[in-house]
């Protein structure tokens, strides 16, 4: 980890534009500006995978977890490299301010990207084109094949393709990527042009001292380029159906758990490869992040597992994973591993020893800190650890005024004024988590960018368990022109987070 720092959550796809959801435009380098003089170390994203209608664009849910959203490409930058011509930016039809209309965003942005990526066509042979193609082949050739296949065969999950498409049989995949060259091609170039502007942007932020941090899901839906081009990695039957799926079981979010659907891993076929998919994984996030949160940690030592066809996830089990080999290995095979683990909700004994064995910083929530016995809440702020990253809130939380005006109980709300040592209203809430947050031994301190402003329920992301209505939150540029850079600076420094 850095030294005592703070920074900022803030989607990519939170970031206001023109083009109905943020991206790697101007508005992007705006925020690592306000970072900058606001003395902040870190920015926080989400997971940049691509994203689709059907589950909601989460950023959890993605065909592959090795590809970029090409959604949050940059049309002004490609305007800048000459892709596009500058009235090609103007819409035809204004985009809503505040949210993010996905429908409109994604036809904008592909009818944008088809052009920019035909001129560039025209171009090649690339030289940064061809040596991106050459480093990552191991997952985009699948990658674009796979997403143009989806296409082709009507959006069908690809266990009901052809049996040679669905089987992968060498001969049928050289037929095919020949049939649909061109469209895959152009699949691997907004790849390109995506890694490009994320490089450009990494860039930038590490010459003003800021580090990018990332987020790794710890799963991949079934129909994803993933599964489908490895299958002997997940726990499939004859059919090349999921025999069990993924979940967590009841807890603060849910009282009934939460039915992810993703398969669960093969762990046996994981050890046969020495685990090669994961440390390829692995080492792609350290590429375009300085660090990486690996969402639901707990589920590499020991995960929730849920025979397919369960309604809920009460019915599931717990499952051991090989952790030791598996993190034993993952040091071996990298000098460092600038990984944060997110070990929320139920942790168990052997999730708490693997962390302290290996060295990886867990999260705690100020959120959580004010109900049950204060004297072993571990998000309560006098018992949380320097080797940790401590939230007002996360992506999934409320946001903490919300939190105060929506949820949190009487108790909660009297005993933080009690930790305060004064009444705290609705609107001064957000700011008294920060001073909490920032003043804890927490060698890092992530503070969501609604709590910055003070926003209200709506400005939440998400809302786990809930199926529509999340992903779509994002700052107005009058937001962001208006963050508290100098109020954070000053709070900043006298906490000795600079």
């Not at 103007?90 to 036809?107: S, V």
């Not at 309604?311 to 598996?326: H, L, N």
């Not at 209505?469 to 000795?496: H, M, Y």
Request: charged share 25%; hydrophobic share 40%; proline share 6%.
């Amino acid at each position: 980890m850095l030294s005592r720092s703070n920074g900022v959550l803030l989607p990519i796809f939170s970031l206001p534009s023109p083009f109905g959801v943020g991206d790697l435009g101007p508005a992007a380098y705006r925020f690592a500006d306000f970072l900058c003089a606001a003395g902040q170390r870190i920015w926080q994203v989400l997971p940049l995978n691509p994203t689709e209608a059907a589950s909601g664009h989460s950023p959890y849910h993605s065909v592959s977890c090795f590809a970029f959203n090409p959604l949050l490409i940059s049309p002004e930058a490609l305007a800048a490299e000459g892709l596009l011509d500058r009235p090609d930016l103007q819409l035809r039809t204004r985009m809503p301010e505040g949210r993010i209309d996905y429908l409109a965003a994604e036809a904008c942005k592909r009818r944008l990207l088809a052009k920019a990526c035909q001129r560039f066509r025209q171009h090649l042979p690339d030289s940064g084109y061809e040596r991106f193609c050459a480093e990552n082949a191991t997952w985009l050739d699948d990658y674009a094949l796979f997403t143009e296949l989806s296409a082709r065969f009507a959006n069908a999950t690809w266990d009901r393709w052809p049996e040679a498409a669905r089987g992968r049989r060498s001969a049928e995949l050289k037929r095919l990527r020949k049939a649909l060259e061109t469209p895959v091609e152009t699949r691997k170039i907004e790849q390109y042009l995506f890694y490009r502007q994320w490089m450009n942007l990494l860039s930038y932020c590490r010459e003003r001292r800021i580090r990018l941090f990332g987020d790794l899901p710890i799963y991949v839906p079934f129909h994803s380029a993933d599964v489908w081009s490895h299958q002997r990695l997940f726990k499939l039957n004859r059919c090349h159906r999921p025999a069990a799926v993924s979940g967590v079981p009841p807890d603060y979010f849910s009282a009934d758990g939460q039915l992810w659907g993703h398969p669960v891993y093969n762990w046996e076929g994981h050890r046969l490869t020495h685990f090669d998919w994961w440390f390829r994984r692995i080492a792609h996030q350290t590429i375009v992040f300085d660090a990486v949160r690996i969402d639901h940690f707990r589920g590499l030592v020991a995960y929730w597992e849920v025979k397919a066809g369960a309604r809920t996830a009460k019915s599931g089990r717990w499952v051991e994973a090989p952790s030791d080999e598996f993190f034993s290995e993952l040091q071996r095979r990298f000098l460092s591993l600038p990984l944060i683990a997110e070990d929320l909700g139920y942790i168990t004994a052997d999730v708490r020893e693997t962390m302290q064995r290996y060295g990886f910083p867990g999260m705690r929530v100020l959120m959580f800190g004010f109900s049950g016995n204060p004297a072993d809440n571990p998000n309560a702020a006098h018992n949380i650890p320097e080797h940790c990253v401590v939230y007002t809130g996360t992506h999934d939380n409320n946001t903490a005024r919300g939190w105060f005006e929506k949820e949190a109980a009487v108790g909660e709300k009297r005993r933080l004024s009690l930790v305060s040592g004064r009444r705290v209203a609705g609107r001064e809430v957000a700011w008294e988590l920060i001073r909490l947050a920032m003043r804890s031994p927490a060698r890092w301190c992530i503070i969501p960018v609604q709590d910055l402003l003070g926003l209200a329920a709506p400005a939440r992301i998400n809302t786990p368990g809930q199926a529509r209505g999340n992903w779509v939150w994002r700052l107005t540029k009058r937001q962001l022109d208006s963050l508290p850079a100098q109020r954070l600076l000053e709070l900043t420094a006298a906490f000795g987070r600079t």
